[in-house]
């Protein structure tokens, strides 16, 4: 039986309970309810360069204003425009990335240093009447990524956190691709990329994270932000023996790790709903939802306060 709107805001609110006590946390509710907007018929599937993807693009942008994030110094503004041509695709197109930062205490320029948190919001669109929704990939990562936002507006982080939506990952990470090449930010200065994609589905409660296998110091980190909580946290995926289920490669994160940017990378396991037109927001699993979101900021939460992000910033100046 599929649950009303309603019974899914209720259960939402008495999910939020379980959060209330974090210094920061996540709005249950709003988490839910953006994911549902983005993942709705409106939106068309969110394919790169279609009006469903422009609707998408819009959306985002909006959202960035209204959560309060500012536009890179320097930079493209909130929407960075590119072409691209997609050569399995025999196809030239027109994308865009959503780019807003939230200022540090220690300093406030992201060029001097910032931690990225990155997600795409484009997915499949429409092919032969059918439309893919795409709620969990990755609808969820893009509303994950405006709460955590919301979060470091109202209490700031330690150093600038950068947080980009991005345009045609489906398209072997045209969006990414473009941003790390458009070095707006120098790479020296991303001191770490979190990638959310895929984050809602998984009725064994197990989030996976890859990149740990490279950038071992961060291990610590995610399973302290998971602390107290149902979730697994699924090490893995990221290791040279992991040939048929490698995911180093699997999303914009590969763009940062090709630069030797350091990343960690959120997401769920393919499940049935994976690029199918079921992946809709009735199949998310709401309490595993809300607990991967809350980890993840806990995670970003944590690192925001890592001492050798401060040393680096140092260097940087010198």
């Known amino acids: 039986m599929l649950l009303s709107y309603n019974n899914i805001v209720f259960i939402l609110l008495l999910l939020s309970v379980s ?26 599937g969110r394919k790169t360069d279609t009006e469903g993807g422009r609707r998408a693009r819009q959306f985002v942008s909006n959202k960035f204003r209204q959560i309060g994030l500012e536009v890179i110094p320097g930079g493209p503004g909130i929407q960075q425009d590119f ?39 484009d997915h499949l669109g429409v092919y032969e009447g059918n439309t893919y929704f795409g709620a969990d990939d990755n609808a969820s990562g893009v509303s994950a990524m405006f709460e955590i936002a919301k979060s470091f507006i109202d209490e700031k982080p330690q150093i600038p956190i950068v947080f980009i939506s991005f345009d045609a990952e489906e398209l072997q ?18 001191f770490l990329f979190v990638n959310m994609d895929m984050i809602s589905i998984s009725d064994e409660y197990n989030l996976g994270v890859s990149g740990t296998h490279y950038y071992h110091e961060y291990k610590k980190f ?6 107290g909580k149902m979730i697994n946290m699924d090490f893995g995926h990221d290791k040279a023996r992991d040939k ?6 699997s999303s914009d994160h590969s763009e940062f790790h090709k630069l030797n940017i350091p990343f960690i990378y959120f997401g769920v396991e393919e499940h049935e709903h994976y ?15 809300v607990e991967a979101a809350q980890s993840i900021l806990n995670f970003i939460d944590l690192v925001d306060n890592k001492k050798s992000f401060q040393r680096y910033h140092r260097k940087l100046l010198k």
């Open 83 to 121: 072409n691209f041509y997609n050569k399995l695709y025999n196809l030239h197109a027109k994308g865009s990335n959503i780019i807003g930062y939230v200022k540090g205490e220690l300093w406030e320029d992201p060029r001097e240093g910032c931690i990225i948190v990155g997600a795409h919001y």
């Open 275 to 289: 690029h199918r037109t079921t992946d809709t927001f009735d199949k998310i699993n709401i309490g595993f939802f």
């Open 19 to 44: 959060v209330w006590g974090q210094d920061r946390k996540i709005d249950a509710v709003a988490l839910l309810t953006n994911t549902r907007i983005l993942s709705s018929d409106y939106y068309q």
């Open 173 to 190: 990470c045209a969006g990414s691709q473009y941003f790390v090449e458009s070095n707006v930010i120098p790479h020296e200065s991303i």
């Open 222 to 227: 995610v399973v302290e932000a998971a602390q």
């Open 244 to 249: 048929e289920n490698n995911w180093v490669e």
